[in-house]
């Protein structure tokens, strides 16, 4: 298998579970601030992240 599969593939289980903790977090209703913070981290591991290792563009003209 290639390596930039793997790595792209534990990058979006990883960003999957930080969403899920920010949710988690937000259910208990403790911090709100971790919730933005796991929330916001693990969409930017699922979305931006890839698109930047591939150089693909986030805008299309």
Known sequence: ?????????????????????????????HDRSKYMLYTFSGLFLIFILPSLLTGGAFFFV
């Open 1 to 29: 298998m290639d390596l930039a599969i793997i790595f792209s593939l534990i990058i979006m289980l990883v960003g999957i579970y930080l969403v899920t903790l920010g949710i988690w977090e937000l259910r208990l209703g």
